[in-house]
């Protein structure tokens, strides 16, 4: 007879991969073993499609139920849950959105996919005390080249050739103005992050991007600050540092020798 641990993971199996072998300890009480296992199936199923709808709300609304059900279907086939909680189900969706062919017409897809799987990484992000104005303050300005930043835990950085932005907006469900958008625009560099108690999705110019960007990768401020300046050679980047440090982007403030 196998252990409970044992029989839990046939299960499983039984019901995200279609495996054979539990049937055989399934009592059927009246119903074949084969179909009860499927009942569970299907419940499981529907749960995860319901998942995927809660995680990309946009992204089904874009496609339509119809299509976002046989898109989420392709998902369970390919990456079922793996651990015992939900919060990493739906991270390659983005992935899976460039690869069906159904989805090719609409190329933002993808990058729409990656704008809500940022929102809930930021949304589920922990909580961490946030740099001040008065903490750069107490460093001597000799040594503000050498200060590194770390962006706050649920800061997501985002860049797409489509204006992923503008589209997530217009498709919320409480919007009420103008829903259309210009693809012609071209692109967007977008900053996700929990301000507060809210998710907000911020635009963010080339260079302020390029700072962040630089930033995030544990570069110092002051080539953190020259990359921002190359990528936008008329960008007010004190400005620009400080209104990220005042409105909480940053987490931790320390300095490098120099």
């Not at 590194?148 to 797409?160: G, I, K, T, W, Y």
Request: aromatic share 6%; with cysteine; hydrophobic share 45%.
């Amino acid at each position: 007879m196998p252990s409970l641990a044992e029989l839990q993971t046939a299960f499983a199996g039984a019901v995200l991969d279609h495996a054979a072998g539990i049937e055989t300890f399934v009592s059927g009480n009246g119903l074949d073993p084969a179909q009860r296992v499927q009942v569970y199936r299907n419940a499981v199923r529907i749960r995860l499609k319901e998942a995927l709808a809660d995680v990309y709300p946009v992204l089904r609304h874009l496609v339509g139920d119809d299509c976002f059900d046989a898109v989420a279907s392709a998902f369970l086939s390919r990456h079922p849950p793996r651990v015992g909680h939900l919060h990493p189900f739906g991270a390659q969706m983005p992935e899976l959105c460039s690869q069906l062919p159904v989805l090719a017409a609409l190329p933002y897809l993808p990058d729409v996919a990656r704008l809500e799987w940022a929102w809930q990484q930021a949304y589920h992000g922990a909580d961490a005390p946030r740099v001040s104005i008065e903490d750069f303050a107490g460093v001597p300005a000799e040594q503000h080249a050498n200060i590194r930043l770390q962006l706050h835990p649920s800061a997501q950085l985002l860049r797409s050739a489509f204006p992923v932005g503008r589209i997530f907006e217009v498709n919320q469900a409480d919007y009420r103005g103008d829903d259309r958008v210009n693809l012609d625009l071209g692109g967007e560099s977008l900053l996700v992050i929990r301000r507060g108690l809210q998710v907000r999705v911020e635009s963010l110019s080339a260079g302020e991007y390029a700072l962040l960007t630089q930033l995030d990768a544990d570069m110092d401020l002051g080539g953190a600050l020259a990359s921002a300046l190359t990528a936008e050679p008329g960008l007010d980047a004190g400005t620009a540092l400080a209104g990220q440090v005042t409105s909480g982007t940053f987490s931790t403030l320390t300095i490098t020798s120099g």
